[in-house]
């Protein structure tokens, strides 16, 4: 099994959005080796609370299910829980870089890099934003979890 966590600022847009975009393309898919998917914040502004109301409805519009969703902190043990701890923009991936234990096994990352037909290194924030900003973040988000798939699937399973 490969375990993949997303990390955003609080967990409740982006990276709930990013977790249950790839657990349904890789359901979909009937990904092999399985994967297990997280995500959690580097800020505990929102911890046990739900997603965004606004990421819901997004998500919801193009067939993903983020109402179950709780935030939590990034904490220590995911960098060796996690084969993938995937960061939504380059503070996040400071952040993570500065937590990570040398002794981390998982590959620390942009979420981007995993889709390099699209110009953008990062999935910008939608939080202060409109709807607009939120398609934009599941359209990249989507693009990026299809990437890592495909990934996954080629370096560790079926191809």
Do not use: W
């Amino acid at each position: 099994m490969i375990k993949v966590l997303f990390v955003c600022t609080g967990n409740i847009c982006r990276s709930p959005t990013a977790e249950v975009v790839l657990r349904e393309l890789a359901n979909r898919a009937g990904a092999e080796p399985p994967i297990h998917v997280e995500s959690a914040g580097t800020h505990d502004y929102h911890i046990g609370e739900p997603a965004d109301g606004r990421a819901i409805a997004t998500a919801d519009d193009h067939g993903f299910d983020l109402t179950e969703h709780r935030a939590r902190l990034v904490t220590i043990a995911d960098f060796q829980e996690f084969d993938y701890v995937l960061a939504l923009d380059r503070g996040h991936l400071r952040l993570l870089n500065g937590l990570s234990p040398p002794t981390a096994s998982a590959r620390i990352e942009l979420l981007m890099s995993f889709a390099p037909a699209r110009p953008e290194a990062e999935v910008p924030d939608p939080y202060y934003g409109d709807r607009s900003d939120y398609e934009l973040a599941i359209e990249l988000i989507e693009a990026a979890a299809q990437g890592l798939l495909d990934t996954i699937r080629r370096q560790h399973g079926s191809g």
